[in-house]
């Protein structure tokens, strides 16, 4: 194994990572299952205008829920891979 994927391995292995991971699973997982009933049930009363909106806003929720715990970790714990 080379000296990178030991460093990179180690990094996965610091506290906090596997919840971030499961986590980015589960909003993924989530918005893929609101996307899919959105489109099968909603989408017909809005105008194509409404539908790329609430697809925005579905992205920008995902960003706020991801983007400030994969920050602190990476904040925290990203320097250690410069090593």
Do not use: C, H, T
Not at 36 to 60: E, H, K, M, P
């Amino acid at each position: 194994m080379n000296q990178k994927n030991l460093k990179d391995e180690e990094l996965m292995m610091e506290p906090g990572f596997r919840w971030r991971v499961a986590l980015s699973i589960l909003v993924v997982v989530g918005w893929l299952i609101f996307l899919i009933l959105w489109l099968a049930f909603y989408a017909d009363g809005f105008s194509i205008y409404q539908n790329i909106a609430v697809f925005l806003v579905s992205i920008l929720v995902m960003i706020a829920i991801l983007g400030p715990a994969w920050a602190y970790w990476g904040m925290k714990f990203g320097w250690k891979s410069k090593e």
